[in-house]
C-alpha cells in the first residue's frame, strides 16, 4: 500500500491564527500586494528615475528630459523546515495532548519569532542605523523618535501609515519621559498604543536585532542573534517601504499508521521565505539600536 500524506487541512487555520495573533510584523505582509513567484525563486520589479522641471523656452519650447527605468531583483532566499515526532503511546497517554498541541506551540514559540526576527534584521540591513545606548529615566527617547520623524518627514515618507516598532527598553524610556495629569479616574492607563499617530508595537529585544543566524539545524535549530549585530531600540517602517514574501508554507501530518519508519505521529513543516526592502523607498525605514554590540 502507498503511503499516504495527510495534508493538515486542519490546522492549516491554526497555523494562520496564531501567526495574525502573534506576529509582529504580519501586519506589512499587504504593504504593497502579495508577490508571485510563481515557477522562479526571483522576480524583477521596475523602479523608475524621471528627472525635474527646466525652464521652458519661448523660442525653443521644453526642455527634454530622459526617463529612466531599470529593474530590481527580489530573491528568495529562507527555505526553511522541521521533522518532528511524538511516540503513539507517549501521545495516548497524555490524552493527546503530546502531538496536539505541536502545531500550536511550534508555531507560537519557533516559527513566528524566527520570522520576526528574520525581517527586522533584514529592514535593518538596508539602511545605516543610528547608534546610542538608552538608559531608562535619563535618554531622551522622545527626541530620538522626534529626529527620527524629521529626518522621515525631509527624506517625503508619508507620515500616515508608519508604524513604531519598539523595544521594552526604549518603550519603558519612552513613559518614563511622558507626563500624564490624572482626572477623577479610578485607574491609571500608561500604555501607549499610538505616539504621534503612528501605531506602536512593542517588541521583545530577541526578536529585534540588526543581525541575526538561522541554525542550519546540523548541531542546533531556530535563530539567535549574530555576535556583533546590535540591539534595536525602535524601528519606524513606513508599509510601502517593504515587501514581505512566503513563497510555500506548508504543514503535513502523517498518523502513526501512515509513518513508515516509526509508531508515531509525524508533522513536517516547511517555510519558503523573504523579506524585502525596495531600493527607492529605503528611507521609509529608520532603525536606531544600542551602541554596544552582542557578544
Known sequence: MANTIALANKFLPILDEVYKRESLTSLLDAANGEIEFLGANAVKLAKMTLPGLGDYSRANGYPHGDVGLAWETLTLSKDRGIDLEVDRMDNEETLGIAFGRLVEQFMRTSVVPEVDAYRFAKYSAAVTP???NITIGTTDVPALIDTAEQVMGDNEVPTEGRILFISETAYAGLKSKITRILANERGVQRNIEVYDDMRVIR????????AVTLNSGASSFGFAPTAGGFKINFMIVHPSAVKNAVKFELPKIFTP????????WKFQYRNY???FVL???VNGIYVHCANTANA
Open 130 to 132: 543610528v547608534k546610542a
Open 257 to 264: 499508521d501512515e509513518n513508515q519508519t516509526k509508531d508515531a
Open 203 to 210: 517588541v521583545p529585544q530577541g526578536r529585534f536585532n540588526t
Open 273 to 275: 521565505h523573504d523579506a
Open 279 to 281: 531600493e527607492n523607498k
